[in-house]
């Protein structure tokens, strides 16, 4: 486990995922990714690498996001204004349902924003970014501005991170959390 990460799980059986900086030939940034290297989940249990420090709610996230494995589930996303495992905001790509998502999760309900039909080869690196500025949100999949919607849900910063869902091992590279800071 990477230092300053936190795993933990929303919907889990209290079996959070197996997470590791490993050597990886092909990684966007050089050799070596962050991977999600094994999980026993399923059904609606959320895998989160939560990072243990705070960011400003302004901000913008973005990771270089592999598919590695999953049958029941693939692909994964970024959070962030995450108060814990059960309130955040989340992005994700999955390419078993050909689709780019933007979601709350509010005492550990998820609740769709918008979605997006998204066709992207998951034999390749692809790249989650979102910007949130006050209540607006803006997500975007390998420079593509996909999604764009409103919610007031969480107004105060709080803590960025990765998640997958269930089976879904995926590799992640380049994230990176930005934010301007005020004068």
Known sequence: MPKGWIAAETHGAGKPATWRVEALEGAPAGKRVLRLAETKNSGSTFNLLLTEAS????LDVEVKIHPDSGKEDQGG???WRAKGADDYYLARWNPLESNYRVYKVEAGKRTMLKSANVEADPSKWHEVKIEMKGKHIECFLDDVK????DDETFREGGKAGLWTKADAASSFDQFEVSWTRKK
């Open 55 to 58: 960011y400003p709610a302004d």
């Open 77 to 79: 996303g970024v959070v």
């Open 146 to 149: 996909r999604l764009e919607c």
